[in-house]
Nanobody
Framework: VQLVESGGGLVQAGGSLRLSCVASGRTYSSYNMGWFRQAPGKEREFVARISWSGSSTSYADSVKGRFTISRDNAKNTVYLQMNSLEPEDTAVYYC?????????????????????WGQGTQVTVSS
């Protein structure tokens, strides 16, 4: 699966952005999809994940209640709606696809469980 993110940019604290990730590949709709982010000098961290059907989602505690992940399989697209943005949300955001099904959502918080990655999109939140 090839993944291309878009929608990043510069926004003031308290503002909103919506990231998109378009996937190409015949089996995209069967994959769990995730969003990760990496700030300068920090490790890549889990942000959110959505099941293949969209019926199950999970979030990092730091974004819970502010970010929403969704997908439209007809458009081969997964979204990350980000509200109430904070300067601490500044990072490069990556979309990722996991081919393997895990019964526990814990595994989807680990970057090594994802098989395909996009190139990333920069999000900068000014104070």
């Amino acid at each position: 699966v090839q993944l291309v993110e878009s929608g990043g940019g510069l926004v003031q604290a308290g503002g909103s952005l919506r990231l998109s990730c378009v996937a190409s590949g015949r089996t995209y709709s069967s994959y769990n999809m995730g969003w990760f982010r990496q700030a300068p000098g920090k490790e890549r961290e889990f942000v959110a994940r959505i099941s293949w059907s969209g019926s199950s989602t999970s979030y990092a505690d730091s974004v819970k209640g502010r970010f929403t992940i969704s997908r439209d399989n007809a458009k081969n697209t997964v979204y990350l709606q980000m509200n109430s943005l904070e300067p601490e949300d500044t990072a490069v955001y990556y979309c990722a696809a996991a081919q393997t099904y895990y019964s526990s959502s814990y595994y989807y918080t680990r970057s090594d469980k994802y098989d395909d990655w996009g190139q990333g999109t920069q999000v900068t939140v000014s104070s």
